[in-house]
């Protein structure tokens, strides 16, 4: 389940074209017709019809956009490709699933996406983010004024824009962490090659590796890093090589061609011991190294 401050963060990255005249506003303007609906009881809990009242809100909206939109308002567009962004599934009139905006009649509604969009101060947040994300100066004015929003700051339209849920802020503050205590702990240099090169403008060619790659393991810890250069990083990651439980370097050395006339071949490292932190706290965990054997199928 996604939670209302998550569907916040959704709406900062909804799938939009982005053109030269800015982001397509189509998603955006629906999501604001739907917001006046459950401010005045009518959006449903389920299931949502495309009616023309529904296209004639829209078409209401979409006369602040029209100056860079040669177009007619088409509410089948986005009532359909919504589906894209999690907020329901499109059906045609018989109910079954609908494959084009032609078809579509009605959208089953994600019950996350509309137990939010019933809450009214997740709907007075949801508005400022849309306004301040997909639209241009001046139509945001007329936006604003249009929802009975007080026009903004700048700075409150640049933090709304910006929106990210505090769980996501969380996850940028452990990976913030994670990156500084582990290339820190190898000293800058990569565990594989023992390549240093720090800059004042860039930082460290070194980046902090997950070992259990932290899409699946959600794991920052840093007995779950390494410090790796990009090559070896890259290399890493695609199973290339690996490590044994004594943080010897195993490479599948059948699994790659290489040419390296002024450096050492990563096939040269296979056996060498990896270099690692001074504290041995900080060295890698033997089930996150078992983890990525097992999945690159080290024996």
Request: net charge positive.
């Amino acid at each position: 389940m996604v939670t209302a401050e998550q569907w916040l963060a959704k709406l900062t990255h909804l799938h939009v074209h982005q053109g030269k005249d800015g982001p397509a506003p189509h998603k955006p303007l629906l999501l604001l017709v739907l917001m006046d609906l459950a401010d005045e009881g009518l959006f449903p809990r389920n299931t949502l019809p495309l009616t023309p009242e529904l296209a004639f809100r829209f078409a209401t909206y979409w006369t602040i956009v029209a100056h860079r939109r040669h177009q007619t308002p088409e509410v089948q567009l986005p009532f359909h490709h919504l589906r894209y962004d999690g907020a329901w599934s499109p059906l045609q009139s018989d109910g079954q699933p609908s494959l084009g905006p032609e078809c579509t009649r009605y959208a089953a509604l994600a019950a996350d996406f509309s137990a939010a969009i019933r809450e009214p101060a997740w709907r007075s947040k949801a508005r400022c983010i849309l306004i301040a994300r997909y639209f241009q100066p001046e139509e945001r004015v007329a936006l604003y004024t249009a929802v009975g929003i007080p026009v903004p700051t700048e700075d409150e339209v640049k933090r709304d824009r910006t929106f990210i849920a505090s769980d996501q802020a969380k996850d940028q503050g452990r990976e913030a962490r994670f990156r500084l205590t582990v290339v820190m702990a190898y000293q800058f240099a990569c565990a594989l090659t023992g390549l240093r090169l720090t800059t004042i403008t860039a930082g460290s060619v070194v980046d902090a590796a997950h070992i259990h790659t932290f899409a699946d393991s959600r794991n920052n810890e840093p007995q779950n890093g390494l410090a790796l250069s990009k090559n070896a990083h890259w290399g890493f990651d695609q199973g290339l090589w690996s490590i044994s439980d004594d943080y010897r370097v195993l490479v599948g050395i059948d699994r790659f061609t290489e040419a390296s006339p002024d450096a050492k071949t990563l096939a040269s490292y296979h056996g060498r011991k990896l270099r690692l932190p001074s504290d041995l706290r900080l060295h890698p965990s033997p089930m996150h190294l078992a983890r990525h054997r097992k999945r690159h199928n080290y024996s």
